[in-house]
């Protein structure tokens, strides 16, 4: 739907700033513009993602964001994979459990007149997680998000979201839940955690991709704790009513996990590890930038 680019702003006092400016492409509708726009402009959270500005230039429509210095979580995985480890499991978890902060907000929000949103974010993946320079988590990016309560984004039996990020129920078209929230969020812990996508991962084949997401065989390794494969098995359960029933639900099951194992789990307990996490993947970046 759109490109996003590096810009710079000033604050009332005429002071420069960096923001992310999202570009509508030109074939994209006002419509489908205003839903973003109009969504970003009810939630405010501090794991989400903040929309600063809406309005049109060059002829197209744009939306501006804060930006994260941090980068995205697709960079952070891709560094520890080409270092061939996955990052401290108890990073993954937090960083789940943030995500899973900002899900439960979303997936309770509520118009200002106090009538239920009904909202399934619906592209829940590496790429639309982002870190901030103090390494807080914010998941960002509501393109495709679906607001039963205001009848907002895509129709029921459209599929919409990064293939291999994708519930069951989106690659068969069937009507997206909270739910589908969930199972992409167990994706991204199996990521974490074990360093690698739990289906298909090395096929681009759709059919292929969303078949294994269908079948959702997981096969986990002995070395994997208990625990932890366990809600991994919850949260990707192919059957919608064997998963986690709420963000809260999921979240508060890494918490215990956290606390029966003696991990650190507190932000500031974290934010070294994670800190390091994330200059990985700065390092990463700017070795491969075009000079």
Not at 217 to 236: F, M, N, T, Y
């Amino acid at each position: 739907m759109a490109e996003v680019f590096l810009a710079e702003a000033k604050d009332e006092k005429g002071v420069p700033f960096k923001v992310a400016l999202k570009l509508m492409r030109k074939d994209v509708t006002a419509e489908a513009f205003a839903d973003e726009a109009d969504l970003m402009g009810l939630l405010e959270h501090p794991n989400l993602v903040s929309r600063l500005e809406i309005g049109e230039a060059f002829g197209r429509y744009f939306i501006a964001m804060e930006f994260l210095v941090g980068g995205d979580l697709e960079g952070l995985l891709r560094a520890h994979e080409s270092q061939g480890s996955p990052p401290p499991v108890a990073v993954g978890v937090h960083v789940c459990i943030e995500v899973l902060r900002a899900l439960a907000y979303f997936h309770q929000a509520r118009t200002r007149s106090g009538r239920p949103l009904e909202l399934i974010h619906g592209d829940v993946n590496p790429s639309n997680i982002f870190f901030s320079g103090q390494c807080e988590v914010k998941l960002g990016d509501f393109g495709v998000a679906k607001a039963r309560g205001l009848d907002l984004g895509p129709e029921d039996g459209v599929t919409a979201g990064k293939l291999h990020y994708l519930s069951p129920e989106q690659t068969r078209g069937d009507t997206v839940t909270q739910a589908s929230d969930l199972f992409s969020m167990g994706i991204v812990l199996h990521e974490l955690v074990l360093g690698f996508h739990p289906f298909a991962r090395n096929s681009d084949d759709p059919e292929v991709v969303m078949a294994a997401i269908r079948a959702a065989k997981l096969s986990l390794p002995d070395k994997l704790d208990r625990q932890l494969g366990v809600i991994l098995r919850k949260a990707l359960a192919p059957d919608v009513n064997q998963r986690y029933r709420t963000a809260g639900e999921f979240a508060g099951a890494l918490f215990t996990w956290a606390l029966d194992t003696g991990q650190p789990f507190a932000p500031r307990e974290l934010q070294p590890s994670l800190q390091q996490a994330l200059s990985l993947a700065l390092w990463e970046r700017e070795k491969i930038r075009p000079r």
